[in-house]
């Protein structure tokens, strides 16, 4: 599998919530850094994920860029939360058919509010 079709499938799958399809695209040791989680370890990652995911109304991707070892995704998603729509980055480094690290970039101010203190 290809850098495209790789993230394409793993995208496709967490979307649809087909998180054992999302899983597999990922290294065990996946390195993930978002604007609001850290994880060293993809089933800790996908956990999250299925709860991200069960807030969503949709997501729409609008740029993608690829190549050998990565790739980026702009998309909206269409929360049903008070946050409303989320302007996301992502971005994949990739190594033997795994994406082994994702930088997840977005604007965390009114989830942070919903999550309250910590």
């Excluded at 980026?72 to 994406?99: H, M, Q, W």
């Amino acid at each position: 599998m290809d850098t495209r079709q790789l993230i394409e499938t793993y995208h496709n799958a967490w979307t649809a919530g087909d998180f054992p399809t999302a899983r597999r695209c990922l290294a065990d040791n996946l390195d993930f850094k978002g604007s609001i989680d850290m994880f060293r370890k993809a089933d800790d990652f996908i956990t999250a994920l299925k709860g991200f995911q069960s807030m969503l109304r949709g997501v729409r991707l609008l740029k993608s860029y690829f190549d050998q070892n990565g790739a980026a995704l702009l998309y909206d998603c269409d929360t049903l939360t008070p946050a409303g729509v989320i302007r996301t980055s992502e971005f994949f480094s990739t190594d033997n058919g795994k994406i082994t690290e994702i930088r997840l970039v977005f604007d965390a101010s009114e989830l942070r509010k919903l999550m309250g203190p910590k």
